[in-house]
Nanobody
Framework: VQLQAFGGGLVQAGGSMRLSCVAS????????MGWYRQAPGKQRELVAS???????NYADSVKGRFTISRDNAKKTVALQMNVLKPEDTAVYYC??????????????????WGRGTEVTVSS
């Protein structure tokens, strides 16, 4: 099971950017998908998460500016980021809490991470 993220790059303050992520592999079910970020010298923090049931959670710093969405059938999660600020600069990581199957067909609950994608907001 793996996550592949798309998007990222350089954007000016006040601009917008969209990140997306797709889960692939032997997935039985996905409980939630989300995005975390880690700025230089700081700990990784939750940006937004969305459960399959529709429960959403946002960091206070992004409320009203970022929107998370999922396509459960396609196993994708997207993060629409508007009114970006220099303090949003970070490496963004896609995350999923799911149940997959290993090589022995055993169901395994796991939390997986995608490779980070860099978002840089210039002032």
């Amino acid at each position: 099971v793996q996550l592949q993220a798309f998007g990222g790059g350089l954007v000016q303050a006040g601009g917008s950017m969209r990140l997306s992520c797709v889960a692939s592999g032997r997935i039985v079910m996905i409980h939630s998908m989300g995005w975390y970020r880690q700025a230089p010298g700081k700990q990784r923090e939750l940006v937004a998460s969305l459960t399959t049931g529709g429960d959403v959670n946002y960091a206070d710093s992004v409320k009203g500016r970022f929107t998370i969405s999922r396509d459960n059938a396609k196993k994708t999660v997207a993060l629409q980021m508007n009114v970006l600020k220099p303090e949003d600069t970070a490496v963004y990581y896609c995350n999923a809490d799911l149940v997959g199957k290993d090589s022995l067909d055993t169901m395994v609950a796991e939390i997986i991470w995608g490779r980070g994608t860099e978002v840089t907001v210039s002032s």
